[in-house]
Structure formats: C-alpha cells, structure tokens
C-alpha cells in the first residue's frame, strides 16, 4: 500500500479503507496547505520526500497504531506541487470505539511530522522560495531559513 | 568511487532538499575507515566542499531507518541526510 | 443549516463547508453502526429526535465550538432506519492549527452524546428490539432496558 | 384540556422513545397550581395513568433548552421528557 502520492488525496477513499463492521468510531485528519505562514502569504508549494524511506515509515506509524490501539490506519501524504485550499496529508483511523479511533489519529499525524523524511518548499507571493523548517516557524528568517540547526526534530532516532 | 577493503567501509549518501542545494550535489560515494560511525562520517561530509553548510548533529538515516551519532556503518549502506522535516 | 437528515451522511460535503484559506487543520468524526451491542449481534437500528431541540443544541454546539477555538463545525445525525457499518453522526471541525481542529471535534461529539435528544431502537439479529440506554451498556438486561433509572447523563441541565 | 386562570400554569409536555411507550402517549397537556417548576410537573406525571413508569428525576427540557427540577413553568411552555440520549 503506497502512502505516497502526486494525486490530489480523497478522505473518502481512506475511511471506506479502514471501515468494517466491528469499528464503530472513526477520527479522519485533513492537513490543508494554508494561505499564510508566518505572515507572509503564500502562493504555492512543493512537497519532496525520501520516498522509501517515507514509504516505510508511514507503514511503521500503521504498525504501530495497530498494536497500541487495535486501531487500522490508513494514510497518505501528497507530493509534488500543491496549491492553497490542498490536502498535503490525510490519515482514517478506525476503531471499535471512538477513544482509541482519535487517539490513533493524532498519534498517526504527530508521528508523520516527526518521523517521515518529506520536505515542504513553498513559493511566496512577495516571490521568495523558502524551504520551510518547523522549528523556526514564528521566527521569520529569510534566506538562511534552508540551512537547519542542530537537528532536535527526534534527538538522532525515535 | 569506493575502495573497498577490510580496513574500510564504502557507503553511499544521499542529501536531500535544502541539504542537496548546500552541497551541491544529491548523492555520492564515500570510504571511511573502518569501524565507522554516522557521526564519524558527518565529520567527513563537513571537510568537503560545500559540506561546512550542513549542521554538526542532523538527522540521519541509515538503510531507511532513523539512526545516531554511534549508529555503526556497514559496507554498502545507504545514509540519507535529512534536513528539518516538514511534510503533515 | 440543518443538522438532522434522514439521507446518508457524506463527510466530503461536511468537510467542504468549513474549509477556508485559514484554516490549515480538519479534524472529523464519523460514528458508524457497529454489528454489535454488549454482546449481542445487531441487525439494524432507528434513531429518532426531539427535532427543533436537537437542531436547536446541535446549532449551540457549533457556536461554542466557535467560540472556544476559533474553529468551524459542521455536524451531522442521521435519523430513521440505519444499517451495519452506516454513518449516524458525521462532524468536521476546521481551524487554523490540528491542537484546535481536534479539540473542537472531539467537543462536538461528546457534546452530541451528552445534550442532543436523539434516541436510538436497535433490532437484534435474535429478534429482540431495544430502547438503547447507553448509561445501561455493559450490562444487557432485557425487556427492562427501556425503562431508565433516574438521569445522571447530564445531571439536570448542561 | 387545559384551564388557564391567574393561579394555574398550562402547558404542554411531550414524551419520546421509552418514555411514550411507557405512558402509552406522546403528549399531553397539564394544568398546575402557579407558581409551578418542572419538579412538580413530574410529580404530576407520575401520578397518572402509566406515569409510574417514568423516573422521579428525568432528563427534562423547558422550550428545547435543558432544565432543571427547579425550573419554573410558564403559560404556554413546551416541556419535553427525555428519555436517556442515545445520539452520536
């Protein structure tokens, strides 16, 4: 099952994926490629990712959820170009109950931030390209916002 | 080109988004003494050109999979640089 | 905006009237009929309302979710006969960042539970019909379950 | 039929799910001696026909807005007796 994709992402799809008879609760989360960042207004972006790597991460955080939760996960990351108003990542996470089906759902959308190699460059409309950097967001910073920090995103290793 | 001997460990990296633009390049080959380490071979990355760019401690995978600073290298692996996640 | 209907419920059309440029985080909700009921395989159900009530505390729900986090809900319940595995609440809630998106989701389905009159007849795959008293679930008792102890559910009033 | 003079409240009370099955109608309509409160109305409703089966301390809504034993009854009001919610 491939987690990435270029096409624009159906919430729909992902819910008929995980539903079945004995889960009565499912938390669906739609991530949408927002106008502003940081005040400044934003035209367009692209998403690139490590694909492999994604790929078998993405299928680790269903694994997981899986076995934490018994919970079934589905997910999906867009890349390519995107424009505002997108989705750039959907997760449909189905439970028998409704705690663990939110509960996988946000444990599913933190992971897929903190583990899953992808890379977000956006185009603003004053027409600077930035890659963006999570860490830094509130602190506006021009051209050396592509030249990251000591990474403290998971201290080398989740 | 690697050399690959058994006094030395020949892998491949890959450098990604803002990391590929630092450098220069997106992929290369590199032979470490052995035994090596990820973070003996971010020591390396750094003296070559282009490489003071890239931050002491970034994340790093190896054979797809997050690693550390000690995580041990072996022949043929592949490591992949990555800078600040961004994707959600 | 109504929120009772007696059509299947389409999360889709729920999450495109709260998206905006904004409003970068969607969370949503879909409770769905479960084949089963403390133990007991369930053939279909009948949801029933106090129609302008439920619509009147649905509405307020909204306007407290506004409130509390900035976000927009959309939500949904189905009303009259429902089969296994069909949607009988469907909630969308759409803020700026996730934290608000799900906070203001998970509010709206508690609150649905807890202040909404709506009343659910299950019919069972053994040819029993029951009034469901979800204060009574886990301990299935029969004919007497229509019969309700005095109300905690919201200890008089909200 | 309800009487409406300056010392009695009439209003109309509607009864849903178990609760109508169990008094055996889905409304009514009831004079009490004013001032009147949503305790006493159930009061008065468990002392009629089929009333017994009704709880001492329902869940009761005065206008579609939830209420409380204590609340108070005016002409005309629309009082609902909700059996236990089952939405969602």
Not at chain 1, 65 to 71: I, L, Q, T, V, Y
Not at chain 2, 40 to 52: D, F, N, S, T, V
Not at chain 2, 67 to 82: G, N, Q, V
């Amino acid at each position: 099952m491939s987690h990435l994709t270029t096409a624009p992402l159906e919430l729909g799809r992902l819910v008929t994926r995980v539903s079945a008879p004995g889960r009565g609760g499912i938390a669906c989360f739609l991530g949408v490629v927002r106008d502003q960042q940081g005040g400044r207004a934003v035209a367009r972006l692209d998403y690139s990712a490590y694909e492999p790597m994604a790929e078998a991460e993405c299928e680790r955080i269903v694994t997981e959820a899986r076995g934490r939760w018994n919970a079934e996960v589905a997910l999906e990351h867009r890349l390519g170009r995107l424009e505002i108003g997108e989705a750039a990542v959907a997760i449909a996470a189905a439970a028998a109950h409704r705690d663990a089906a939110f509960a996988a759902c946000r444990y599913a959308i933190e992971q897929v931030k903190q583990r899953v190699p992808i890379w977000k460059r956006e185009e603003y409309v004053d027409g600077g390209v930035e890659w963006v950097n999570p860490q830094a967001v509130g602190r506006p910073d021009g051209p050396t916002a592509g030249v990251p920090e000591p990474a403290t995103q998971t201290e080398w290793g989740v | 080109m690697s050399v690959s001997t058994a006094a030395t460990v020949s892998v491949r990296v890959l450098l990604f988004a803002s990391y590929a633009e630092v450098v220069g390049r997106q992929s290369l080959e590199l032979s470490l003494p052995a035994p090596a380490t990820v973070g003996a071979l971010i020591r390396r990355l750094r003296e070559l050109p282009g490489g003071a760019g890239l931050p002491e401690r970034p994340l790093v995978a190896v054979n797809h999979a997050h690693a550390r600073p000690d995580s041990p290298l072996s022949e043929r692996d592949e490591i992949a640089i990555l800078p600040p996640l961004a994707g959600g």
